[in-house]
T-cell receptor, first 114, second 116 residues
Framework: DGGITQSPKYLFRKEGQNVTLSCEQN?????MYWYRQDPGQGLRLIYY???????QKGDIAEGYSVSREKKESFPLTVTSAQKNPTAFYLC?????????????FGDGTRLSIL | AQSVSQHNHHVILSEAASLELGCNYS??????LFWYVQYPGQHLQLLLK??????LVKGIKGFEAEFIKSKFSFNLRKPSVQWSDTAEYFC??????????????FGKGTKLSVKP
């Protein structure tokens, strides 16, 4: 079955450490997204990528970085500059940002600070 | 900036009660509208969507939503809720820029708890 795989499911970060969250999709979708979900805040867009080797900042990109070297993969790095990283991170994809395609979501990664 | 407002943070209903969850957005142009649901321990999934045409949209599991352009609203309804509808519901709006769409803007979500 096609879908989006996020790993790990739970991740712990020490102060001053960078951590990378994995997102892989086998849906052959062009566009991929990273959202952050906080209680009572809904989903907020961190970064998105419409094609390989291209990505754009979302609403809350500070303290995060991404890469898109392959169509299937869109890893998110939470850097030490992100002062409040504890949250639930969701990866999503869609076939083509030009068309009316709702996004498919992964199961998420919960990041906590040690 | 464009925004999506969901009026209720937490709604508690008994089984068989009727449900209406409010959603308003702030954008005067063409929009695509979505409701997503997140059941406990599961990933977000699409409940229903509106792109154009009939403003009353039917979704899965007996849910429906009505797009009222004059009120900038897209409220979610279900005539009779079940315990299994307990979940968090998110309204989302996608701005339509003359054929190409922008990114989804989500509301903060409404938790629905249904008492058996």
């Amino acid at each position: 079955d096609g879908g989006i795989t996020q790993s790990p499911k739970y991740l712990f970060r020490k102060e001053g450490q960078n951590v990378t969250l994995s997102c892989e999709q086998n849906l052959n979708h062009d566009a991929m997204y990273w959202y952050r979900q906080d209680p009572g805040q809904g989903l907020r867009l961190i970064y998105y990528s419409q094609i390989v080797n291209d990505f754009q900042k979302g609403d809350i990109a500070e303290g995060y970085s991404v890469s898109r070297e392959k169509k299937e993969s869109f890893p998110l790095t939470v850097t030490s500059a992100q002062k409040n990283p504890t949250a639930f991170y969701l990866c999503a994809s869609t076939a083509d940002i030009r068309y009316y395609q709702p996004q498919h979501f992964g199961d998420g990664t919960r990041l906590s600070i040690l | 900036a464009q925004s999506v407002s969901q009026h209720n943070h937490h709604v508690i209903l008994s089984e068989a009660a009727s449900l209406e969850l409010g959603c308003n957005y702030s954008y005067g142009g063409t929009v695509n509208l979505f409701w997503y649901v997140q059941y406990p321990g599961q990933h977000l999934q699409l409940l229903l969507k509106y792109f154009s045409g009939d403003p009353l949209v039917k979704g899965i599991k007996g849910f429906e939503a009505e797009f009222i352009k004059s009120k900038f609203s897209f409220n979610l309804r279900k005539p009779s809720v079940q315990w299994s509808d307990t979940a968090e519901y998110f309204c989302a709006v996608n701005l339509n820029y003359g054929g190409s769409q922008g990114n989804l803007i989500f509301g903060k979500g409404t938790k629905l708890s249904v008492k058996p």
